[in-house]
């Protein structure tokens, strides 16, 4: 247990749907990130939030929606994906976004576009 | 975009030493962290580098080269529980974190 949970594990949608990713950090963290990692390749970053305000878009497409409502929770707004959008969706946090600030990860979203 | 890069999958005998390198060019430097993520679980630290040397933690050690661009991670007396994909990952400049594709390390009886 990191102290970061996501629901839900795991999720199949398809093109025209649309779902919500949910992210919870208990540990008193002021930043957030939403990370995406498929197959082979290196994490991408999402999004970032660092109290409640964005503070990085990684030129990520209209279709992925974040919401930060406050600095424990982080969602996920999904709609009209496509197939190569199936990927294992990760959320962190940490105390802030300084230089050593480690990264606190959940256990990630496994989402199957078909 | 920034480069990390490391090897793809090392193999090793239980008991044995690895050692897993990653080499990075990057717009300026605010660290390097290390961490690891066993198959369908969640990433986790490790280790942080931000001056030149080596830092060592139990049987895991980071040694971190800045005028090089280069950074191992170190791993003693292997165990079982060691199989797993090691990540490199650096703050630029911009204090923006890239990770590298990671390293799966399989350890074998």
């Known amino acids: 247990e990191t102290g970061v949970t996501q629901t839900p594990r795991h999720l199949v949608m398809g093109m025209t749907n649309k779902k919500s990713l949910k992210c919870e950090q208990h540990l008193g963290h002021n930043a957030m990130y939403w990370y995406k990692q498929s197959a082979k390749k290196p994490l991408e970053l999402m999004f970032v939030y660092n109290f409640k305000e964005q503070t990085e878009n990684n030129s990520v497409p209209s279709r992925f929606s974040p919401e930060c409502p406050n600095s424990s929770h982080l969602f996920l707004h999904l709609h009209t994906l496509q197939p190569e959008d199936s990927a294992l969706y990760l959320c962190?946090?940490?105390?802030?976004?300084?230089?050593?600030?480690?990264?606190?990860f959940g256990p990630g979203t496994r989402l199957t576009v078909t | 975009g920034q480069n990390i890069d490391q090897p793809t999958e090392m193999t090793a005998t239980e008991g044995a030493i690895v050692q897993i390198n990653c080499t990075y060019q990057t717009s300026g430097f605010n660290g390097l962290f290390w961490y690891q993520q066993h198959a369908g679980e969640a990433p986790t630290f490790l280790s942080y580098?931000?001056?030149?040397g080596l830092e060592e933690k139990g049987r895991f050690s980071s040694f971190l080269s800045r005028s090089k661009g280069y950074s191992y991670l170190l791993l003693k007396e292997l165990q079982m529980k060691d199989s797993a994909s090691y990540l490199c990952?650096?703050?630029?400049?911009?204090?923006?974190?890239?990770f590298g594709a990671g390293t799966t390390v399989t350890v074998r009886a």
């Open positions: 962190a946090s940490s105390q802030d976004e300084g230089a050593s600030s480690e990264q606190y």
């Open positions: 580098n931000v001056l030149d």
């Open positions: 990952a650096v703050r630029d400049g911009d204090y923006k974190l890239s």
